[in-house]
T-cell receptor
Framework: GQQVMQIPQYQHVQEGEDFTTYCNSS?????IQWYKQRPGGHPVFLIQLVKSGEVKKQKRLTFQFGEAKKNSSLHITATQTTDVGTYFCAGGDRGSTLGRLYFGRGTQLTVWP | KAGVTQTPRYLIKTRGQQVTLSCSPI?????VSWYQQTPGQGLQFLFEYFSETQRNKGNFPGRFSGRQFSNSRSEMNVSTLELGDSALYLCASSLSISGRGEQFFGPGTRLTVL
């Protein structure tokens, strides 16, 4: 069945270092979404990518969707303590009219000041 | 515009009991999805409702059930609670089916089973 794998599970960085989390699907996706969950909070939508090879930026965050629409990445430049949280990718099921989202397990980011 | 609300926010039950959780989506949203979140397990999909119909169901036992009302409010029920059901239960609403657009999550219901 459909699976979305996300690595790494944990990442500890010093403030100012870069951070990247990767998402891979076993099948072609219709779209990829990214969410951030702060400690004690709930997931909050960051962005959606739909097109093959799409790249979007939000300030220090860069999101990419692979050419084959099977993988995606989120890169944060010069991390800050406010970036702490768990980042989830979620892929939309292309092959089915049911169209549900499949979430990765998330990458928990810790930033040392 | 009010966000997604979930009630209750915290719940303590004992094994064998049953529980009902409620989710009120953002006004105008017709899709409601439910997720179970436990440490290290990420977001486990329970089910999705759209216009009162269950569209998708995750790999959870039949003890977990849900429904959606005509006003899009949704409830999920867990019968015969087990210790392993202790988790944060999140609902999310969206305008369209979950795989097509942004999902708005509620604050969750923290369920503890003793």
């Amino acid at each position: 069945g459909q699976q979305v794998m996300q690595i790494p599970q944990y990442q500890h960085v010093q403030e100012g270092e870069d951070f990247t989390t990767y998402c891979n699907s076993s099948t072609t996706l219709s779209n990829i979404q990214w969410y951030k969950q702060r400690p004690g909070g709930h997931p909050v939508f960051l962005i959606q990518l739909v097109k093959s090879g799409e790249v979007k930026k939000q300030k220090r965050l860069t999101f990419q969707f692979g050419e084959a629409k099977k993988n995606s990445s989120l890169h944060i430049t010069a991390t800050q303590t406010t970036d702490v949280g768990t980042y989830f990718c979620a892929g939309g099921d292309r092959g089915s009219t049911l169209g549900r989202l499949y979430f990765g397990r998330g990458t928990q980011l810790t930033v040392w000041p | 515009k009010a966000g997604v609300t979930q009630t209750p926010r915290y719940l303590i039950k004992t094994r064998g009991q049953q529980v009902t959780l409620s989710c009120s989506p953002i006004s105008g949203h017709r899709s409601v999805s439910w997720y179970q979140q436990t440490p290290g397990q990420g977001l486990q999909f329970l089910f999705e409702y759209f216009s009162e119909t269950q569209r998708n169901k995750g790999n959870f036992p039949g003890r977990f059930s849900g429904r959606q009302f005509s006003n899009s409010r949704s409830e999920m029920n867990v019968s015969t609670l087990e210790l392993g059901d202790s988790a944060l239960y999140l609902c999310a609403s969206s305008l369209s089916i979950s795989g097509r657009g942004e999902q708005f999550f509620g604050p969750g219901t923290r369920l503890t089973v003793l």
